[in-house]
């Protein structure tokens, strides 16, 4: 605390903590006071009350501690003091509107806006401008015209678009279906089929019986009668 007061004097925050006999001391209330903070204690038995500090833990532990456990006090202190200044100064925080708690600190914070909206204005023109020269492209060249009775159509597999996959372009049309783009796609033929000739078959033949001489089942076979 100390050393975030050298380092910011102008600035006089609020110390939020639990009820620690170090936090409710009177020499801790002495410093508060000296120093031009303000100090709030959260509720017993309730860490909600203090939201941030149980957050910062959950990072900390997450991003910091797990994935490289230290091996020794002293590797600890390394770690976790480069994961501070990570944290505080290159990190991107959601609830301050995705940018650094230093940036936010220093009140750049809408400057950083004003630039991130000035930047998507710029690629929304630049897509912008790219769909109306093709356009004009597909309009003045006749030669990439169709021949009649076929269409261009171009169908994009999921996650797909004129740019790319998903990843190469965020941008996704909102068109359902495939799109019929004149120029551009597989040109598929969609006049109907000649209709098919129909052909009489030839008529089956038809089964007959072999005759049959006598009571015999072999003369059905030999042609002959066999009496006895």
């Known amino acids: 605390m100390q050393k975030a ?10 110390v939020i903590s639990d009820n620690g006999p170090q936090f409710i001391a009177k020499d801790f209330k002495e410093f508060i006071r000296q120093c031009g903070m303000t100090h709030v204690r959260t509720s017993p038995f309730y860490p909600q009350s203090n939201g ?6 959950k990072s900390l532990k997450s991003e910091c501690i797990r994935p490289t456990p230290p091996l020794s006090l002293e590797n600890a202190r390394r770690i976790v003091s480069r994961y501070v200044d990570y944290y ?6 959601s609830a301050i509107g995705y940018i650094a708690p230093h940036d936010k ?3 750049r914070a809408e400057q950083i806006f004003a630039e991130r909206d000035r930047k998507l204005d710029q690629a929304r023109q630049r897509r912008k401008l790219k769909r109306q020269q093709a356009y004009e492209k597909e309009a003045t060249n006749p030669t990439e015209l169709l021949t009649p009775g076929t269409v ?3 169908i994009h597999l999921a996650g797909e678009t004129d740019a790319g996959s998903a990843g190469a372009q965020p941008a996704r049309d909102n068109r359902l279906g495939p799109r019929c783009d004149r120029g551009r796609g597989t040109e598929l033929d969609l006049r109907p089929l000649p209709p098919t000739p129909i052909t009489s ?6 089964k007959t019986r072999d005759p ?8 059905a076979k030999t042609g002959l009668s066999i009496s006895g």
Do not use: C, I
């Not at 007061?5 to 609020?14: A, T, V």
């Not at 505080?88 to 925080?93: D, K, T, V």
């Open 5 to 14: 007061r050298e380092k910011f004097p102008d600035q006089h925050p609020r």
């Open 52 to 57: 941030k500090l149980e957050r910062w833990h």
């Open 88 to 93: 505080n100064n290159e990190r991107l925080h």
């Open 105 to 107: 600190l220093q009140g």
């Open 152 to 154: 261009s159509v171009t």
């Open 201 to 206: 078959s030839p008529p089956m033949p038809q």
């Open 212 to 219: 049959v001489w006598g009571n015999n089942p072999l003369s």
